[in-house]
């Protein structure tokens, strides 16, 4: 991740959610969550420099 202060003043902000998956054991039970960020592609403008 960078400093807003160091981004170009033509960039773009790209949003980001959180995205959760279920890990299960071989009984189908749930054990543990797994999560992860990403950014929404569908948001994403082209052909502007995107962070």
Same mark, same amino acid.
Not at 13 to 31: H, M, P, S
């Given at each position: 991740?960078?400093? /807003? $202060? $160091?981004?170009?003043? /033509?960039?773009? %902000? ?15 039970? &749930?054990?543990?969550? @797994?999560? @992860? %960020? &990403?950014? @929404?592609?569908?948001?994403? $403008?082209?052909?502007? *420099? *995107?962070?």
């Amino acid at each position: 991740m960078i400093d /807003e $202060e $160091e981004m170009p003043r /033509e960039a773009h %902000l790209l949003n980001t959610i959180w995205q959760y998956r279920a890990k299960t054991d071989l009984e189908g039970f &749930v054990n543990m969550w @797994r999560a @992860r %960020l &990403v950014g @929404r592609g569908d948001t994403q $403008e082209f052909p502007l *420099t *995107t962070f």
